[in-house]
């Protein structure tokens, strides 16, 4: 028994010893983790910065693009709407002519029934004429 507990009591000191390196080792084991750890770390921010700026590059060329055909669009419109107005007033003026011919028309038509009115009137009063004048050459003749 007291061999044991001496043996024990000796042994103290190099199991002491073991138990420093063996922490020891445990502490270098766990900074170099850390210190691994870390450079991930800053890979990784490092990776997420280039990530965040090409995505925001290639959505700014996607806004640029969307920008260039947003005053395509603007300069369109603004074309079309000069060629409507241009095409409103062409077609009044249109309307406007054509309603003058119609009632050039009406007019042509109103004097076509006059002058034939006329000419009815005119055939009445030389048929009238020639009755009168037949009349008085009978009338001389005997």
């Known amino acids: 028994c007291v061999s044991v507990v001496s043996h024990l009591v ?3 000191p190099s199991q002491s010893t073991m138990l420093s390196r063996l922490l020891k080792e445990h502490q270098a084991k766990q900074n170099e983790r850390k210190e691994l750890q ?3 770390r800053r890979e990784a921010i490092a990776a997420a910065t280039c990530l ?3 995505l925001v590059d290639h959505l700014n060329v ?5 920008y260039v055909n947003q005053r395509k669009l603007d300069h369109e419109v603004k074309t079309l709407q000069v060629q409507a107005s241009q095409f409103s ?3 009044a003026q249109w309307i406007s002519m054509v309603e003058g011919f119609n009632q050039a028309l009406k007019e042509i038509g109103d004097v076509e029934n006059w002058a034939r009115s ?3 009137d005119m055939r009445t009063i030389a048929t009238a ?3 009168v004048h037949k009349g008085q050459l009978q ?3 005997s």
């Open 62 to 66: 996607g806004v640029a693009q969307a």
């Open 10 to 12: 000796l042994s103290l």
């Open 118 to 120: 006329i000419e009815m």
């Open 129 to 131: 004429l020639e009755y």
């Open 38 to 40: 870390e450079k991930r």
């Open 139 to 141: 009338s001389a003749c």
């Open 89 to 91: 007033k062409q077609t």
């Open 52 to 54: 965040t700026e090409a």
